[in-house]
């Protein structure tokens, strides 16, 4: 009994250092890839940044694409887990939380949301890490399908103004969108109060149509019923 309790204590501990080995070479990948750019960063300097050997890295990851792909999938992760929980919210009465948790994914870190859009599209037709792809994919279906039935709910409220209900989720996804970019515009990001103005733009997202705040009779649900959504395979999904 002891010896078979010894042996998965043993296979539980080599797991735990393997994970964490792994999200080691993530991170140094990642700080990498913000500082020096997608192109000028090799498995040998993620390697050295880790403080691991190269062929350490091939363990966990074969080709530089994994490496790419992990790093999108733990962002999209990390905000369906934060839309989920926004989602909840606003089922249980807080209308807002939804739009509030997506603007505060994305717009916490632009850099990394900027890199990530990047990614897409350098990595779109990579057929060896089509299947992170199809992963990535299908949790942004998922997360759209939540959010036409939520919004729906929501019209039927009286909450949020009788449109189809991806007219919503993809007015924030415009708005945080033009906050990302404005972070890197050379017109604009020289000033001292970005935090400041990406809590603000956050705001504003959080009512963006709202009952009452809509003022063209022409679209409405009724007339646009039949307007279908095609599904997108680019950085403009990235809701």
């Known amino acids: 009994m002891n010896s078979k309790s ?28 913000l500082s020096d750019g997608i192109d000028r960063v090799t498995v040998s300097s993620i390697a050295a940044k880790a403080g691991i050997g190269k062929g350490t890295v091939y363990k966990h990851f074969l080709t530089k694409n ?13 905000i ?20 509030k948790a ?12 900027r890199l990530v859009q990047h990614l897409e599209v350098r990595l779109i037709d990579s057929s060896d890490v089509a299947d992170q792809l199809d992963q990535l994919h299908l949790m942004r279906r998922s997360n ?30 415009a708005l945080a969108q033009g906050a990302v970019e404005l972070c890197f515009s050379r017109s604009w990001n020289y000033r001292l109060d970005s935090a400041d ?8 997202g959080v009512t963006i149509g709202n009952s009452g705040q809509y003022r063209d009779p022409t679209v409405t649900k009724s007339s646009s019923k039949n307007t279908a959504l095609k599904p997108l395979k680019s950085p403009e999904s990235n809701k």
């Open 197 to 204: 103005l990406m809590k603000f733009i956050t705001g504003v």
């Open 80 to 99: 369906t887990q934060r839309l989920a929980e926004g989602i909840a919210k606003s089922e249980a009465g807080e209308s807002g939380a939804a739009a």
């Open 6 to 33: 010894s042996s998965a204590d043993r296979i539980r501990e080599k797991k735990k250092i393997f994970l964490n080995r792994e999200q080691k070479i993530i991170d140094a990948a990642l700080s990498l890839f």
């Open 102 to 113: 997506y603007f505060e994914s994305r717009l916490a870190r632009p850099e990394l949301d």
């Open 144 to 173: 759209e399908d939540s959010l036409n039935s939520m919004i729906t709910r929501l019209i039927e409220r009286g909450v949020l103004e009788d449109v189809p209900p991806h007219y919503h989720y993809l007015a924030c996804w």
């Open 66 to 78: 994994e490496i790419l792909v992990r790093i999108m999938l733990d962002y999209e992760e990390s």
